[in-house]
């Protein structure tokens, strides 16, 4: 497969050491593109489910994949999120092109871009309310199980899969009143006079302009490998939400040598601490 030169590209959510990661789908995208910038926003590997019983290769693959394009010349920002959030001990380390931070400011084409993983605006994911969130981390880890025990049986009698986990996660996400997530990181975001406000978090992938009287941003989520299989990618002085389609991906990928290109006019970055 011919790699895609991409300017940016924004993955979050991906969970892996989860039953629910979908790990070699994220790697047949990886191998098919060629992006000058990764950023990485937070929860790619799952902290609080982690376990050293469950960490298959098709998982240790992604990191390979990173690292590969990492040694083609792609800059890799990893941004923490809440899942991931025993590296934010780390925030500021920087080795060759991979860079360790909290959030991350991005110009790109004369627009400021405001990108972090979205957890501070959650209070499910602090204080007592963070053993509950770890308690319904590992019921969704075995509802994605559950899921799939009758997608095989499903499979096996020619009807259509279900996506069991995915509803549940909708009705979740309803609850914890998604629009009102979306609305305060807008706010921030004209407050501070960005163009573009990116997050991950809520397994959501979305673009939207938000407006209110104090002017307007363009809102983007990344969406997630674990049920929407979903990535933001900047190309052609626009952003587009990639959704995965395995018709799309051969079985087999071969890993090309590419040398990077940048496409856009400008890019520039800002490394931030995690303090709104």
Same mark, same amino acid.
């Given at each position: ?15 892996? &050491? ?10 047949? !995208?990886?191998?098919? @593109? $060629?992006? %000058?910038? +990764? ?88 204080? &007592? ?10 019921? !969704?880890?075995?509802? @994605? $199980?559950? %899921?799939? +025990? ?127």
């Amino acid at each position: 497969m011919e790699k895609r030169a991409v300017d940016v590209v924004v993955i979050s959510d991906v969970h892996l &050491g989860t039953y629910g990661c979908r790990a070699k789908e994220l790697v047949a !995208y990886l191998k098919s @593109i $060629l992006p %000058n910038i +990764l950023i990485l926003n937070g929860d790619i590997i799952d902290g609080w489910q982690f376990s050293k019983r469950y960490f298959p290769s098709s998982h240790m693959a992604v990191i390979k994949e990173v690292l590969n394009l990492i040694m083609k010349g792609t800059r890799v920002f990893y941004i923490t999120g809440n899942h991931d959030e025993l590296l934010r001990r780390y925030s500021d380390f920087q080795l060759s092109h991979l860079t360790l931070t909290d959030k991350l400011v991005l110009e790109i084409d004369n627009k400021m871009h405001w990108i972090f993983h979205g957890d501070v605006f959650d209070n499910t994911t602090r204080g &007592g309310a963070r053993i509950l969130a770890k308690l319904g981390s590992n019921g !969704y880890g075995a509802l @994605i $199980l559950f %899921n799939r +025990l009758v997608n095989f049986v499903l499979k096996a009698f020619g009807r259509e899969k279900l996506s069991i986990s995915k509803k549940v996660m909708a009705g979740v996400n309803k609850m914890a009143k998604i629009d009102d997530f979306e609305h305060i990181a807008a706010e921030l975001a004209i407050e501070k006079k960005y163009d573009y406000v990116i997050c991950g978090h809520i397994h959501q992938p979305q673009k939207r302009v938000i407006e209110t009287e104090k002017g307007k941003v363009t809102y983007l989520n990344s969406g997630d490998w674990v049920e929407h299989l979903t990535a933001l990618e900047y190309r052609q002085n626009e952003w587009r939400i990639f959704e995965y389609n395995e018709k799309d991906f051969p079985q087999t990928a071969i890993d090309i040598p590419a040398k990077v290109n940048v496409l856009t006019d400008e890019i520039s970055f800002y490394i931030n601490s995690l303090a709104i």
